[in-house]
């Protein structure tokens, strides 16, 4: 079965500073990998998403991903961060079984 | 649209009770699911429906049961709550099936306290 790991369960950053959260995911075939924002209080909405093609994804709100089949490995990043970036981070894995299954999460906290 | 609705948004139940949590969507989407958030543990699928008629379960599905009637109707059902059951709930829905890699469009989660 497919798993999902977020090693880090909080990280603070100063504002303006650069961000790498990681993901590391369990799959035998090709996966299809999400990253999701929880804002306080809040469902979640989606960032980016990888299924195929080009392992560098653009989302929104300044983020990236890129996809490392060799590591398993699908970080998200921003080259600078934001209060309002201050946030829940998840990611998921998919695969032909029709589930989606989440990591544990990220909290993010952003100092001025 | 409203998106994806879910009500109530808090409920307090006392062990044994049972209920029902309601999730309606309004685009049309043939993939609904529910999900339990609980701390450290992340999101954990409980059931989820690729279209009306059928469901399936998901990691942690004992103690709830679902059913798909309609294609905008997935509601979530505890037959006799316990204390372990508490928890926020997410129902999401998508425009099709997690292996193509449809976005998931969440609801604003139903907050369950059994006592």
């Known amino acids: 079965a497919q798993s999902v790991t977020q090693p880090d369960i909080h990280i603070t950053v100063s504002e303006g500073a650069s961000l790498e959260l990681r993901c590391n995911y369990s799959?035998?075939?090709?996966?299809?990998l999400f990253w999701y924002v929880q804002s306080p209080g809040q469902g979640l909405q989606l960032l980016l998403k990888?299924?195929?093609?080009?392992?560098l994804v653009q989302g929104i709100k300044g983020f990236e991903a890129e996809f490392k089949r060799s590591q398993s490995s699908f970080n998200l990043r921003k080259p600078s961060v934001h209060w309002s970036d201050a946030a829940e981070y998840f990611c998921?894995?998919?695969?032909?079984?029709?589930?989606?299954?989440f990591g544990t999460g990220t909290r993010l906290q952003v100092f001025p | 649209n409203a998106g994806v609705t879910q009500t109530p948004k808090f409920q307090v139940l006392k062990t044994g009770q049972s209920m029902t949590l309601q999730c309606a969507q309004d685009m049309n989407h043939e993939y609904m699911s529910w999900y339990r958030q609980d701390p450290g543990m992340g999101l954990r699928l409980i059931h989820y429906?690729?279209?009306?008629?059928?469901?399936d379960q998901g990691e942690v599905p004992n103690g709830y049961n679902v059913s798909r009637s309609t294609t905008e109707d997935f509601p979530l059902r505890l037959l006799s709550a316990a204390p372990s059951q508490t928890s926020v709930y997410f129902c999401a829905s998508s425009l099709g099936l997690a292996r193509r890699a449809e976005t998931q469009y969440f609801g604003p989660g139903t907050r369950l306290l059994v006592l």
């Open positions: 429906s690729v279209g009306a008629g059928i469901t």
């Open positions: 998921a894995v998919g695969d032909y079984t029709d589930k989606l299954i």
């Open positions: 990888y299924f195929s093609g080009d392992t």
């Open positions: 799959y035998g075939a090709t996966p299809y």
